[in-house]
């Protein structure tokens, strides 16, 4: 039953307060404020003195519990209002590996002219930062999210919370902001060896070819090589009859293959390929990726390596071998 009810409430709260998109402004509505364990000890103790100087008919017990009573109400309206007004602005997360935990950053912005102490960010799980802002003045705010699976990784629900100034009331906002992150496959601890190259390193001087290569040098003429490859200016220097030669690229490209690696499973594939690129990537080689449905040509730089680790973690996890 106590599961029950927490679950309704929070679906309660979900939908008074949806998750919410940009900026987002922390109204009366967003705020919810309830005494703290030491409120209501304060509450019971000023209550004890009144019913006693009722009893006794005490003018200095009256005065000490209304004015006590009186201090309670005002760091009531002080804790409510140390959240009232705020401006939280979700900047996202970076990507990271299954089994890291993804760090969403939230700026907070004071536009007020008076101080805002103790503003804490609480999670389910009670971790979670804290700062003050000083009038006019942001902080950035960390948000941490364990990223236990890859895909794409939302941001957890959490609270913006203060119990300023004396700790007897707690005001909270429950808030849930759409920002997202990429959790890529976690990179295998053993994997076989980076597929080789399809043929040898470096360039190679072709005497059939003339098109887009660059040029490579000169050797004597031979009988039957093509008239377009005669270095005419050579021989218009008196320097004899010469054909051009010209370098052309030989196959670098290193293919990382979903086909390669049966029959592993899909999710030790993944990680097989993740730590493949991160290889390549490290030692400066060209590679492409081949998957089920896609295929990234070969590159090499940070932002080859950024597609293929998102092609890997955005991989369907219902897609089945095609073999």
């Not at 300023?164 to 906002?173: D, E, M, T, V």
């Not at 990537?281 to 990234?296: M, N």
């Amino acid at each position: 039953m106590r599961t029950w009810l927490q679950q309704q409430f929070r679906d309660w709260m979900r939908r008074r307060n949806p998750p919410a998109r940009g900026t987002l402004h922390l109204g009366a509505r967003r705020i919810y404020i309830l005494p703290t364990g030491s409120g209501l000890v304060f509450a019971l103790m000023v209550l004890v003195m009144l019913l006693s100087a009722m009893n006794y008919s005490n003018s200095m017990a009256f005065g000490v519990g209304f004015l006590l009573a009186g201090m309670g109400l005002v760091a009531m309206h002080h804790t409510h209002r140390n959240l009232l007004g705020l401006r939280v602005h979700g900047l996202g997360a970076e990507p990271v590996f299954a089994g890291q935990t993804a760090r969403f950053r939230l700026r907070l912005e004071n536009p007020a002219a008076t101080v805002r102490s103790g503003i804490e960010l609480d999670t389910r799980d009670g971790t979670g930062d804290h700062c003050d802002l000083p009038p006019g003045t942001s902080a950035v705010l960390t948000l941490p999210c364990a990223a236990a699976r890859r895909g794409r990784l939302s941001a957890p629900r959490f609270q913006l919370a203060c119990r300023y100034p004396l700790g007897l009331f707690r005001a909270w906002s429950p808030l849930e902001l759409e920002m997202d992150t990429l959790v890529y496959p976690r990179p295998a601890d053993s994997a076989p060896p980076i597929p080789a190259v399809h043929g040898p390193y470096g360039r190679q001087a072709s005497e059939q070819s003339g098109g887009q290569e660059d040029f490579h040098g000169l050797r004597d003429y031979r009988q039957g090589d093509p008239w377009r490859h005669i270095a005419w200016h050579a021989l218009a220097r008196e320097q004899g009859l010469t054909t051009k030669l010209f370098a052309e690229p030989l196959d670098e490209r290193r293919w990382l293959d979903w086909d390669s690696l049966a029959p592993r499973q899909p999710e030790a594939r993944l990680e097989v390929l993740c730590r493949w690129v991160l290889d390549c990537e490290a030692r400066h080689l060209v590679y492409g990726l081949r998957l089920p449905g896609t295929t990234l040509a070969p590159g090499s730089g940070s932002d080859h390596q950024r597609r293929c680790l998102q092609a890997l973690a955005l991989f369907p996890p219902t897609a089945t071998d095609p073999s």
